[in-house]
């Protein structure tokens, strides 16, 4: 059975960086062109697309937020790790992990989220 | 990048009828489309990729048809756990991944 679950911080001052992370389990990040991404969902909004790693280290971000994202593995964890860094309120959502097959770019298999806030 | 466009936003059909949701992209996917469900409080659920390929215990009401630029994701009756936001999402030329700003289905 796979599962993916996010952690990290409720809230997040502006300007800050926020670092959250994605523990998985029952999938191997060590399969050719597997991947984990991460999305976000502003409250009340469509889902918006940030950052996937693939199992070869390989990364991939959004353009719009390429210079405020780092996303990087531990493999002998399983964790997936999602940095942003200079947060604003805009930057609320709920953050979800999730696994990208091999092959294509969609998402089969989705963490619960984890609401993050940025406020003063 | 791809602008996915999705309609109606809001969708009222009444339990035991069928739904057609439309999604249209500002280029050509082929087939690199994938629709989603998600209920109030919960994470998307994969329905359908390859825009008519439906993910593993999805059931047979679900159906997605289309290519090119235009694709239709029909739930053919109803049930009350099918009401929902739906989103459709193109992988064919990325980054960015990107995703339709949702249909609405509610119950009439």
């Known amino acids: 059975q796979i599962t993916l679950k996010e952690s990290g911080p409720t809230l997040v001052k502006p300007t800050q960086t926020l670092t959250l992370t994605c523990t998985f389990s029952?999938?191997?990040?060590?399969?050719?062109?597997?991947?984990v991404g991460w999305i976000r969902q502003p409250p009340g909004k469509a889902l918006e697309w940030l950052a996937l790693i693939y199992w070869d280290d390989d990364k991939r971000y959004s353009p719009s937020l390429r210079s405020r994202l780092s996303i990087s593995k531990d493999t002998s964890k399983k964790q997936v790790v999602l940095t942003m860094t200079n947060v604003d309120p805009v930057d609320t959502a709920t953050y979800y992990c999730?696994?990208?097959?091999?092959?294509?770019?969609?998402?089969?298999?989705w963490g619960l989220g984890t609401l993050v806030t940025v406020s003063s | 990048e791809i602008v996915m466009t999705q309609s109606p936003a809001t969708l009222s059909v009444s339990p035991g009828e069928r739904a057609t949701l439309s999604c249209r992209a500002s280029q050509s996917l082929t087939s690199s489309l994938a629709w989603y469900q998600q209920k109030p409080g919960q994470a998307p659920r994969l329905l359908i990729y390859?825009?008519?390929t439906r993910a593993t215990g999805i059931p047979a009401r679900f159906s997605g048809s289309g290519s090119g630029t235009e694709f239709t994701l029909t739930i053919s009756s109803l049930q009350s756990e099918d009401f929902a936001v739906y989103y459709c999402?193109?992988?064919?030329?990325?980054?960015?991944?990107?995703f339709g700003q949702g249909t609405r289905l509610e119950i009439k």
């Open positions: 999730a696994h990208k097959p091999s092959g294509v770019a969609h998402f089969d298999y």
């Open positions: 029952g999938l191997s990040l060590s399969t050719s062109t597997v991947g």
């Open positions: 999402q193109q992988y064919k030329n990325w980054p960015p991944i990107t």
């Open positions: 390859g825009a008519s």
